[in-house]
């Protein structure tokens, strides 16, 4: 068993940045891939990016350029820099582990 912890979020302008973070604590020894989806209201879960533990990133298409992922694995900590924000990525943003999913955190970008 894996449990996440998220912190981070909350209300921003648009424009603005947030850092979120992601403590993983349990089985951690079996922890592969990290890394962030999102669900906005009526929509449905998406990906936000990813990190393996050897440091490969992925991300969205409607990150690229804006959000950065990063990963301290002393830590068991899983990091998610969001820039020049707006309004479309407000939603509640899940931290994963592996198969294992945080309670999430929510994020409103204000416009």
């Known amino acids: 068993q894996v449990q996440l912890v998220e912190s981070g979020g909350g209300l921003v302008q648009a424009g603005g940045s947030l850092r979120l973070s992601c403590d993983a604590s349990?089985?951690?020894?079996?922890?592969?891939?990290m890394g962030w989806y999102r669900q906005a209201p009526g929509k449905q879960r998406e990906l936000v990016a990813t990190?393996?533990?050897?440091?490969?990133?992925n991300y969205a298409d409607s990150v690229k350029g804006r959000f950065t992922i990063s990963r301290d694995n002393a830590k068991n900590t899983v990091y998610l820099q969001m820039t020049s924000l707006t309004p479309m990525d407000t939603a509640v943003y899940y931290c994963?582990?592996?198969?294992?999913w945080g309670k999430g955190t929510l994020v409103t970008v204000s416009s």
């Open positions: 994963i582990a592996n198969l294992y």
């Open positions: 349990g089985s951690i020894f079996s922890i592969n891939i």
């Open positions: 990190i393996t533990s050897g440091g490969n990133t």
